[in-house]
């Protein structure tokens, strides 16, 4: 199994193939295989992409049909029975049952088109340039969303990232003692803090990137506050921790607060690239074609995704199917942190996203390459890579959560023991 | 036929379904059926994406067939034999037989990504902010691609563009007797000319959106000298133009000349969301994962571009076709151009991107409505949507396009008339 | 005493002219008469520049003299007699008794001159674009200065404010408990807070306009700290505080720290217009002119600065006085607060520069416009014009200090009862 | 005459003393003195800041009698005598007799501050950020005028330009074929040039600094009719080439065009440091205070100017003697033009400002060493220094003038014949 071609061929900047030195060939729900036949349990679902699993069968099966049927494919933004399938699946399932009045924007397929967008119609509503965001944020890596992603490894000097942006220190950040959203509140009262007024503040209700920061309900609450307080736009980025890995559809709704503007992509598409933005209707003030994008029409990711929106989404048993999955992986991970006391500092998350603090960040990334040996597919997040997470698919059976956890308990030990 | 749940649902921005008022539902090739059955003969080629036709059958073929196999969809950048094949396959029939020495580097499957990634990778290379593009150039709606798009329509005071780029005249901007490329090197050689050294220049070599302007190949030929001559990175963004669409591969053949980084997207994956960029080794500068993206790994993509190229450009029977027909097309032009001097200012393009320029813009949307009315979807370009533009896929037929301009023709006379 | 010609032909933008609307004639050390022959105290000392008092007679002979010597006046930065003697007065008064080791450099004579000097020479040097400065802190109000200044009534989001600048809170900006140097720490040394490592930080230590808030002298050494710790040079802008306003020359003095660079003006040119900036020697990278400013050579200032130098710094003598008039400013406000407590929050203070904080912000404007009706000239401070402050010239006597508060006192008094 | 104390305090920005290596001590008119008692003919008027003269004796006069009368001298922007007298002075004998209608706003005493301000204004008045400025501009150093500024050796990426400037032609930058201005309406024209409409063009009527480069009077109409097309604000930069440097007060007249805003330094304070802008009364749309400066209200260079205006301006006999002496400028520069065809490519200039530029720049500071070392003082100008120029103070008598042009010849032939 050589990766000869890769190493010559492919950039220096490829990433997940060096954790994962292997070919993969076939996938299915939360099963991986390379091209030796080689089986892995799947924790990482794509970076949260994959949260219906790898070729879900009716999402397959609809997707082949539409092929045999020269169904339209690439559209850019012209009307497609599909789109039309895709947004009624939308409004019906998602939408309407939550008394959410947004309009639908298509965009780029990409987490950080939807976030440049989001950036874009803040600032041209509110006439105002500057955007706030939080400490060890991720939003992206082009121009915009790099302005506001907090990780220092994407930056650089020369390629500069524009100005006009604030990190504000998230949920505890500054430790349990200091409320960090009374400082927020105290910088924008104070005409003489040298902060701007922003058109908006862009946060992940959990970071996941950022190392597995849950915001508290009551944090999130007094930040809807403070938005409605100095005409703020809230935009909650959903790309992660949306589309049900929360528990809920949005990862918003635990707190019971309703954001401006929504930036969705990653499993939206439901394993197709595809990425949207939900606006206020009265922020809808683009003009036609204002902000376009090629791929913005991806038909397949329609098909795919009104199959997951119907089959997953019509009523709660998913969700609560979710959460029972999560109350299994959180008993997993406590038994792990109780075991590894010296190693594991903290264990944190919520609904299916989770992850476990390594008191030396060093550890984590050979515990996860000792995983994949022994047949699972799991990875690292935090500034320093100190956590291990969990996120696997949340189809995932509690069979192969178990399968999973066993394998990356026997990975600490067999690290911790070296 | 109803557009109303897209009216009520989908935000203002939308375009392309307001000039083609219908639900499309079909297609193969160059031709499309909406959801009444009714047939559309396709000039647009979804806007450059579509150069193997839409539902290419041995394309579609090959999809199904993965599909059906559970092949692994979306990987990240990690390693797969979808990949693995497609790397195959463009270095095998793009790369080697045309002597490019270039790395390959995998972006979220957008334009405004490829370019994103090449405008940090030149500005980290060469440690320099500035960067310069061209009147009339478009390169995407992303904060730094945005930044060097010339339209004005996509820019806004609000949502503003950071500096550090510089427009300059493209070839004939200011007509025939000023050498655009002279003034470059002047402002370049003169310490106190305001400007600064930027680290690339990036350019079409045919202007698609800005109007069908077709650079000389001398005076591509000086650019590249003037990069050579400053230590410039020349970037040429070959998203729309490349794929075939010059009658080449790359649209730089032309002129003999080798950029230091090509984007790519929109037809590289072969009617999937795709998008590359090329980087010559020494720019490969990137720390592992410094630049990210989730869909960079769109394994359908993989399958379809290797089809394609494997197809279609393991020799030049292919590119020898797309010449012949770019000739029918010209010949039809001009006929259409001779007959109505009165309302066409000049036409102009190359391969299989051509434009009439019309002396009244206003005609052209007409025009274009009443050729959607009989048959035909085309669409215009141009700062002033002056130009009705011809971007039919390169597989279209010769009967195809004579059915194509018959109907084009017939409206022009049609509101001509009016 | 018409203002007329003021109100018809001055610029709006106009301002102390509308505290005091009269015509002022002539000023001896801290009196000032108005062209009607009324006289007032100063305790505003032309916003801290006149340290040294309006005509201190020593300078004024000097002056004369030179003038009537025919003594080169401006020369831009050519060697002259008078600035030979300027450069031995400063060495040999002030840096050399404080074993202070710096290189002058010369700037136009404005504070925000010596400020712009200062952001372009630790940018240089470092090759970070990114600086710190505080909440509450004045800078000056061209482009670089601006950016580092907090108050929002100095900013237009239309002549904008560039970027590449962080505002980080102040010693006691989130109370007592809250220890805002730590928070800089934790922000600088986690990489994901989102936060640029700065090239510098910039700082009064005692913020004048802000609202006389005075750092502590153990979060100044631990602000040092910081700086060794990260490479980050530390800039005191002594503008307004330094000159021995704080009782030492520098008021980074009393802390036991020595700033990277030092920016002085105002009262450095004893009277007339002159700035300065004092580099670490290792600093001192400029080119030969790459930074130029017509008036950087005023030996009109070289004059009487060097006079003020020789007189008032060859011992500690004015320094002890100094700090000596500070006692009685301090109980002559304490008494004030003790007299009104329901409208006073807080006194502070430092040296000669003191501040009462009110509880009602919009009483402070109608106290000043009484005291100077009963002939006192003093201002306001703070971002909402809530403190009123004590900054009269350091030779003031105590006489006159007495004088000007008895007016106070009974201004505050009329305030109060009406 | 040791420049020992320089050479170890003073930063290596310093630049003048480099070229004249001397300790200069007394000044009248047009003649200097070193502290040895050599006597230097003045070609240079301390960078245009003395077009009165050194020591111009009834300014002397008019300050000595100030400082001995205890006037009061820095003031910020309260109300004066002496400020009145200047106001007063100014609108009588200048702004009256040529029909402009102004505002005057006093700004920090140097021309750099002037063009911060124009730039404030001018973005606050529009609503725009852009700004557009000319190949060899010359506006200053601090961060928003150096953005303006073309001349690439005060630039540095470090610490950076921020953008929203453009910098667009001057007259004949492209030869004498290409109409510049033209250019600049084709751009603003077109929709998709790039180009942001701007808020503010501002220039040099006659570029001082880059080269000595009269605008012709045609092309300062046709760009003053693109402002008025456009909405655009026409800044002239009045700092070196206006107070009678051209033969009349401000450069512009000779065009017949009132510029929107006008920036005033050096000269106007008649040997003392001063800055002014001049608005038309509809853009004075400042708040009170909103931009300030300390030294705003320097009084000796009220006292100064008003002299100058008093007695220079009142009628237009010093005009006339300006204009007779630049033809004896030009006469002498023409002769040596004559006499060095090899060594000389061009003279030019208008009014008191010329400049003889040679073919080989390093020639140009060798003559003006040698020149310096024959008892004149003069520079360069141009990007590469490869202009010497005539700058005198406009007081110099034709005697002076024939002196210094015999110097100056006798060190071209010296260099020459060496």
Redesign the interface.
Known sequence: MS?E??NK??????????S?????????MAE?WD?TGKRYVDFFA?????NYG??NPEI?TA??DY???????????????A??SF??AF?YNILQPRNLDY????V??????AI??A???A??V????QVM?????FH??????L?????????????????????I?FHK??GD??DTVA?LR??LE???????LPAAIVLETIQAE??INVAGEQWLRDLRQICDDFDILMVTDEIQVGNGRSGDFFSFERAGIVPDIVTL??SIGA???MAM?L?KPEL????????????RG?N?AFVSSAVALNNYWSDDSFSKAVKEKSALVQQRLEKIALRFPNYIKEIRGHGMIWGAEFKQPEMTSKICAQAFEDGLVIETA???DEVIKFLGPLVITPELINEGFDILEGAIEKICQA
């Open positions: 990766l071609i890769f061929y492919e950039s220096e900047v490829r990433g997940y193939i060096r994962f030195p292997v070919i993969f060939e076939k996938a299915k991986i091209e794509g970076a949260g992409a994959l790898h070729n397959n997707l082949i092929l045999q049927n020269d169904g339209i494919g690439h559209a850019l933004d012209m009307g497609t029975v789109k039309k947004i009624e409004v309009k639908l924007q298509f780029g397929p990409t987490g950080t088109n440049e967008t950036l874009k119609i600032r041209k509110k006439g105002r340039k965001s939080f400490t060890n944020g992206g890596m082009s121009m915009g969303s302005s506001i992603t907090g990780n220092s490894y994407y930056h650089d000097e020369s390629y500069g990232v524009p100005g006009y942006t604030t990190q220190p950040y500054l003692k200091v400082y105290k910088i104070d005409a003489s803090s040298g902060t701007e950022g190392g992509s990653k394993g197709q690239p933005v606006l809808d003030q683009w003009s036609p074609g204002e902000h376009s994008g090629t791929f991806n397949l935090g500034a320093s």
